[in-house]
């Protein structure tokens, strides 16, 4: 955007000329003093408060206000416009006049012509002109007409403002300056400007740094860092010049090629304000000579000369402001950092960071570039090969790291207040508005419970469970054989699901009498085992002892009924018929146990598998309990008929598991 600007004001820098610039300024036709000035100066603001803002840098020795306007789009808040901005002041000596009608007019025109054209308007929407008639009212108080003399020139307290400027080239800094020149310091210190102008009369040409160097005498070219640039600012002012390009048109004595000249070359100068500029302030500034006679008679003539002669050339200088390479250095969270050095490699002269903003504009010609910004305490930073073009300007912005700050928890800061956001929008409820919750039932069991045994068999979900009316049976009490007769209404129900004893039971009574293999196995109906008997050990590796003492007998018992040939003071019938801690089937042998060899069992006849069995009084119990079924289902086991009532025969579970048990006693 910036490129077709200056190629609009180039392209219609003729038909700026053609213009009537009387039209869009006040008639100038006296030497007007310091109220017009301020006079003038509010009335722009009170016309166009959207783009005039007044000021003042304070008052001389005799009490006269330097007044400045400020110039840009939204002014009320050029401090904090990311726009670059020029500073032009007039008058610094007070009898040259011809400066402060041309800031006069400059002023008055940039307001009137804002909304009339677009090329005023861009200019002014996209730079802060900061524009200052006089610096040195007195001085002009004092001045008379004339081309020569110095009547006007000092303070009123006798100081030639271009000679009070501090010295870069000093080894201490002068102590004392006159007022207006403290009050100029002061006040470009708080406008930042990118380029300046100093307008004086006696010669016209364009004067550029360095204005002196001690090592060399005057005449000798004094070569700046920025010398080449400089140059370029200088021809871009005299070229859009009437005639100070034009060597026959200078001043006589005067030979100054394209109306340019080093100031050391011209005449050696310290303590000058242009090299102050340049130095302390970054403000790339120059001095510009608006004419051979200093004071004229005629203050109409002169005025409209000054303006039709210089109008291009203000807008040709202006926009070499936009020729920068410009940006922002801020820390990581965005906090602009001040102090900042912006150096360019190859170029001995580094600006300074100064913006309230944080923002910067080094201008350089045309070309590719490495710049780096740094400051104490921050690690430095280079971009390379930054182009920048004619005209435009090249964004560069810096994000400088602290040497000092931890960035380690910068993640974590994040998360945290996504957190707090979070809370924010959904809090959580307390302690004492949350309802008690009932524990649910398939939480987590409690450690100090005993934990069961996963060798145990898991109880089928197919059969019956008990009646609710009826007591809940043992679980340490061994499975009942359901062929059995039920028992009397008083006594409760077993439990079919109950585990069956573990084989680890005390050893039988050696002196009993051993069983004879060829006899047949007595029938399964296994006596019903007392409640109150001890639970059997569910160790299945401790050896019990020999001769285990058990409790008394249920003298309601009815196993001798059922086994007539067993000790009475024994059960191992129910060792014939039981299931080891692991689930198997035990394959205990009672032939081979001598304490078992006199054991008299009944012999089991051999299955029927053709003959209809005819159901007997205790097949219709279990046929209307359902626990027929369940039998068949579990064990695989085979029903025979015998004249006791149809009692059911496990024979060969039950010699397995006499086997398995006297394995394990041996």
């Not at 100066?41 to 008052?59: N, R």
């Not at 430095?380 to 005209?391: E, F, M, Q, R, S």
Request: overall charge negative; proline content about 11%; charged content about 25%.
């Amino acid at each position: 955007m910036i490129l077709l600007l200056v190629t609009s004001w180039i392209s219609l820098s003729g038909a700026f000329t053609f213009l009537d610039p009387s039209t869009y300024e006040p008639d100038l036709d006296t030497y007007f003093g310091n109220e017009f000035i301020g006079e003038t100066l509010d009335y722009l603001q009170t016309e166009y408060p959207d783009l005039v803002q007044t000021t003042s840098l304070g008052e001389t020795v005799n009490g006269r206000e330097i007044h400045a306007v400020t110039i840009t789009k939204n002014v009320s808040y050029w401090q904090s416009h990311n726009r670059p901005s020029v500073k032009y002041v007039g008058n610094m000596h007070g009898n040259e006049i011809r400066g402060r009608g041309l800031l006069m007019k400059l002023a008055y025109y940039l307001a009137a012509q804002y909304s009339v054209d677009d090329d005023v308007k861009h200019i002014v929407d996209s730079t802060i002109f900061h524009l200052v008639p006089t610096i040195n009212p007195d001085g002009f108080a004092n001045a008379v007409p004339t081309c020569s003399g110095v009547t006007g020139r000092y303070t009123t307290q006798g100081v030639d403002m271009n000679r009070d400027f501090p010295n870069h080239w000093s080894t201490g800094e002068k102590m004392k300056y006159a007022v207006e020149t403290l009050l100029v310091m002061d006040y470009a210190k708080t406008i930042t400007p990118v380029l300046g102008i100093s307008f004086h009369d006696g010669a016209l040409v364009t004067n550029y740094p360095w204005d002196g160097q001690p090592d060399l005498y005057t005449g000798q070219y004094a070569k700046s860092p920025d010398d080449a640039l400089f140059i370029e600012l200088a021809k871009s002012y005299t070229f859009a010049h009437a005639s100070m390009y034009d060597t026959s048109k200078q001043c006589a004595n005067d030979n100054f090629k394209d109306g340019i000249t080093n100031g050391n070359m011209w005449y050696k100068v310290f303590n000058g304000m242009q090299d102050w500029n340049y130095v302390d302030m970054d403000c790339f500034e120059v001095t510009i000579e608006l004419g051979c006679c200093k004071y004229p008679s005629d203050p109409k003539s002169t005025y409209k000369a000054v303006w039709s002669d210089n109008f291009n050339s203000l807008f040709e200088f202006t926009a070499k402001a936009h020729q920068t390479i410009r940006g922002k250095v801020s820390n990581w969270d965005g906090s602009p950092i001040l102090g900042v050095t912006i150096a360019v490699e190859g170029i001995d002269k580094d600006i300074t960071v100064r913006h309230s903003s944080g923002f910067y504009w080094r201008p350089l010609q045309p070309g590719v570039y490495n710049i780096t910004a740094s400051k104490t305490g921050y690690f430095p930073l280079t971009y390379k090969n930054i182009v920048v073009k004619d005209g435009e300007s090249t964004v560069v912005n810096f994000i400088l790291i602290s040497r000092n700050q931890d960035y380690s928890d910068r993640e974590t800061s994040k998360r945290k207040r996504r957190r707090s956001s979070r809370k924010k929008q959904k809090p959580r409820p307390t302690e004492g508005d949350m309802e008690p919750v009932e524990p649910k039932k398939d939480l987590k069991p409690d450690p100090t419970e005993p934990k069961p045994d996963p060798t145990e068999p898991k109880p089928d979900p197919t059969k019956l469970k008990p009646a609710p009316t009826e007591p809940k049976p043992d679980l340490t009490e061994p499975k009942p054989d359901p062929t059995e007769p039920k028992p009397a209404p008083t006594e409760p129900k077993p439990d079919l699901t109950e585990p069956k004893p573990d084989p680890t039971e005390p050893k039988p009574d050696p002196t009993e009498p051993k069983p004879d293999p060829t006899e047949p196995k007595p029938e399964p109906t296994e006596p019903k085992p007392d409640p109150t008997e001890s639970k059997p050990d569910p160790l299945p590796t401790h050896k019990p002892d020999p001769l285990p003492t058990h409790k008394p007998r249920d003298p309601t018992s009815d196993v001798d009924e059922i086994i007539p040939t067993m000790d009475p003071r024994k059960n191992e019938a129910q060792m014939s018929n039981s299931t080891l801690i692991d689930g198997t089937q035990s394959t205990f042998n009672p032939t081979r146990d001598p304490r078992l060899r006199d054991m008299t069992l009944p012999r089991t006849p051999a299955p029927a598998t053709t003959a209809a069995k005819k159901p007997g009084p205790a097949d219709a119990d279990n046929e209307k309990s359902g626990e027929e079924k369940e039998d068949q289902d579990i064990g695989n086991e085979t029903e025979d008929p015998k004249d006791s009532g149809g009692v059911k025969l496990i024979p060969t579970i039950s010699f397995i598991f006499l086997q398995t048990i006297m394995t394990i006693l041996h």
